[in-house]
């Protein structure tokens, strides 16, 4: 059975969280690549930046939905949740465009189980790793170069 660490890529780009947002475009669209992990100092995961999480600061200002009564204004939405879009959406460093929950796998994961989280999950890119530690990167392209014999 093949596994993670068959197939992962070991030569990893990775961004730092206070890399500036221009840098970070820069080196998606020179390496090709969907996403890029971020770690810290220690190579520990922190986060993953994606292409549609920079596309994301190209977006319209979300009007919040309200219900207003009696000269009462109620938010339908989390104000939460707002403020999460408006900071995601003004982001000038990695580390406030970044999503901080990673799906990550392991270096034994099948790929059998990768491919059903890049399908199921729509994700293009997963990170590898053993605790915290960021081992490799896997693909769609990794993925793709198992099919041929």
């Known amino acids: 059975m093949i596994k993670a660490k068959d197939i992962m890529e070991k030569n990893i780009t990775s961004l730092s969280p206070d890399t500036e947002i ?4 820069e080196i998606l ?4 690549i969907n996403g890029v992990p971020v770690v810290d100092t220690n190579g520990e995961l922190v986060g993953i930046l994606c292409q549609s999480d920079l596309i994301f600061q190209q977006k319209d200002i979300p009007i919040p939905p309200i219900f207003a ?4 204004i109620f938010p339908l939405s989390s104000s939460k949740s707002l403020d999460a879009q408006f900071q995601k959406m003004a982001a000038t460093k990695v580390a406030q465009a970044m999503v901080k929950k990673v799906t990550t796998v392991t270096p034994n ?31 769609k392209e990794d993925m793709l170069k198992t099919l041929i014999p």
């Open 22 to 25: 221009p840098k970070a475009v």
């Open 29 to 32: 669209l020179k390496n090709h």
């Open 69 to 72: 009564i009696l000269d009462s």
């Open 109 to 139: 994961t099948s790929v059998s189980e990768i491919a059903s989280l890049m399908v199921e999950k729509h994700f293009h890119t997963i990170p590898v790793v053993e605790g915290k530690k960021l081992l490799g990167i896997i693909g």
